[in-house]
């Protein structure tokens, strides 16, 4: 008769697995993040689990817990339209006059890609695409999350002093991912992206003229550039 209990070497492993993946996850903040480097000499237990499993710290993805502060400031928003005919108005009045970025994600013949198209004043003026790898390895939603960092990367390289830029999307969870401040699959990414966006207004801001403003005291300030994330219900 079995008990289905495994023998105590395996047991005895796959706690020392666990425990020393739990340890490499540990954030920058923690007591024990510096410990992770390896030693010369008097080697200790953490590091002897080292030694015997078969990944390093540094392969062992790290995650916070929290993304940024309960209420951070900042200059992206984001946008759902509720129907199909909504979104398209939308694109429409927005379409000739602001920078536009269309991003679409998805797997073709087992081999999963992302795409951006940048249009400037309703003139298509840049395209980029990247295959991730196959669709065993990487899902579609991911895809959608690089189609942002390509969108973000064209924005870059054709600054203007165009006070809006609009990505927009076909996926409503990469959106709602977005707005998270919590754990969640593919955070990398979506940390990623906000790194990426950030940076972006930053070097607008840095390379935006001063303009004078209408007030009695003529004060010189800078124009401000948001990016609204739209979730658009078609293809255009």
Known sequence: MHAIIKP??????????????RFCTRPDNHPLYKAKRSVQRHNTSLHLLETASNFKAGD?????STRAPPSPATRHTYRIAETKEGSIEWDNENFNRDTMIYTDGSCYKDRVGA?????TNG???????YQLGTAQEHAIFEAELADIILGT?????????????????????????MQKNTRQPAQHMVDEIHRCTNGLLQQIDEE????????SNLQRTKKTTTIQTHGYQSHR
């Open 153 to 177: 990367y064209l924005a870059s390289q054709h600054l203007d002093t165009r006070t809006s830029i609009n990505f927009s999307i076909d996926n409503q969870a990469t959106i709602l991912s």
């Open 8 to 21: 105590i070497s395996l047991q005895l492993r796959e706690a020392e697995l666990k425990t020393y993946a």
């Open 60 to 64: 062992i993805e790290t995650i916070a």
């Open 115 to 119: 795409s951006a198209v940048l249009y």
């Open 123 to 129: 003139t298509k003026t840049a395209t980029l695409k």
């Open 208 to 215: 935006r003229p001063q303009e004078i403003t209408a007030d």
